[in-house]
């Protein structure tokens, strides 16, 4: 019988050498003339793990790794196929601690599936809420999600339901839904493994909205950094059509729902959904004033469903399970779970995927042993290039909207860096207004000019010059910013350099060296 | 990747299948670039005719996006993420060491090779990151870089 071996096909994991790996068992199973069949699964978040191989035996699947390509050999002297011991040995994967703390409710399927297995899809629970959806009307979907509490990932945190009831409330003859596949964020990759892995959750929530609101043409807006899942999920859209999920009648109903990915191209404010929506009517990625919604006039003047990858994801898993169950995670009014992403200088990165509420702390150390250089953590950023850096009085935080927004920072799309005692806040505040100089789309003064003016002036903090004179003008500066820019580019840079000048001031006292 | 030389006649050929598209001068663009490598100047004035847009209109999209190229690429490229979580792992070490190696400095275009900076290829766990000719490399060092 044909021993399974999963091999991720995830880019993170390819960027270590998961194809190579994949190659060398093949190989090394024709050499020793054994029957194997290797399925290229995505991830399973664990990307400290990667090359993440996993053997398909009688008490489940057993994990070793992290594999690089020359252990592949004495994995098989090891007889990894009946699960032997290796020094690489994990046991079973759903018994390897970092898994076995998580939640997962978004990334339910994530890691365990073929990604453009329809079958394997709706063999782990997929579609169970399409097919739910499709017998219910719009006012029924959209009432399930709005008591599910499921509020936007992507960084805003705006009530699903609401938006969703104000777009199905909207008389017009043509309705979009648009997936916020922009994940421009340092420190996100959650949307990016989604799609690479389990592309068919997208789909199947983007659907719902549809049939939800009475849409019939999605977009799905994504990244040129992301080849990969730029192509996977042209593929799963593919297989989709063909198997009657998309198309004239979703499922056989009444709805039609025809989706199509149009690719970014290079720019980070175009993660802002109005700049989404220029962008993808072909223009310059310059952002819209609010009001109109994009609900009421979005993507071609028409009411749109904009959502993040994250929260379309979470649909399925609300409407096949039922609000009350997704509701139930969480705590205050962040309910169900938030996929975090642990990154930068972490021993243990990857995704977690947990009910809010999960402090800080048990984050980084519990889940993510800390640094990768083994030197003192010292800094935090929490929520992308626009999100604040904690210092470590911060840890006990818990992590969930009103809570970080309370400890002076913000979620975000869920991303956690970390860095190590080598780092200098100060010289991270200046590439906070460099990186917002850069991508600023020039619409509002503040943003396009301040932002220069802002890394000029730090660089004048961090030379000596006038110091305590120049904090205050950069202060000033931050509360210019912050009033004075239509989006969160310039609206939220102010807050990576306020959060490290308050927790680092020591870093901003002019050249005089810590 | 070789890319033929730019001609009108192909140019048209990549934008018939385009004429139905709602909102098609970024993705007119694109397809451009991905035929020819780059968008020739005389790029500008097809698409605005193609679509009756204003040459006005093309130029301003094909001047904001940081991915659209108006002259063809170096045989090679580089490209280093030196967005935060990549920094908080030494991406700015590594950008002097790579331009101390090719003797070349990032962010300037030589005639056999491009090293630029990124921001985020979504490999955040494993940086620094960088893509080189297109491949991704995670926990990238001077010597994968340019290997």
Redesign the interface.
Known sequence: MSTVIYVPND??A???GADQVAALIAQEAVKRSLDVTIIRNGTRGA??L?TLVEVLTSQGRIAYGPVQPEDVSSLFDSDFLQGGAHKLSLGLTEEIAWFAGQDRVTYKRVGLIDPLSLKDYEAHGGLVGLRKAITQNGSEIVAEVTASGLRGRGGAGFPAGIKWKTVLDAPADQKYVCCNAD???????A??ILIEADPFTLIEGMAIAAVAVGATQGFVYLR????TAITRMRDAIAIAEKAGVLGSSVLGSKHAFNLEV???????VCGEETAMLE????????IRSKPPLPAIAGL?GKPTIINNVLTLASVPAVIADGAAAYAARGTGRSLGTQVF??????AR??VIETAFGITLETLVHTFGGGT??GKPLRAV?IGG?LGAYFNSSHLGVSMDYESLAAAGGMLGHG?V????DS?DLAQ?AK?AME?CA??SCGKCTPCRLGSTRGAETIQKIISGVDVPANKLLLLDLCDVMTDGSLCAMGGLTPLPVKSAMNNFPEDFTGGAKK | MSYPSWSIEEATRVLSPLKNVQGPVLIALQAVQERFGYVHEDAVGLIAETFNVSRADVHGVLTYYHDLRTSPAPARSIQICVAEACQSVGSRELVTAVEKKLGKKIDETYADIEIKSAYCFGNCALGPSAMVDGELIGRASVEKVTA
Do not use: C, H, M
Not at chain 1, 262 to 268: D, K, P, T, W
């Open positions: 880019s993170a390819i960027s270590i990307l400290w990667e994940e421009g964020d340092s420190g996100t990759f949307d990016r040129s950094e992301y080849p149009r690719v970014g191209a290079g720019s980070y962008s993808l009517e072909g223009k310059r990625g310059v071609f992403q642990l990154a930068g200088n972490i990165g990857g990768l250089s950023q290039p991303g860096v970390l860095f190590d780092v991270q590439f990186f850069l991508e």
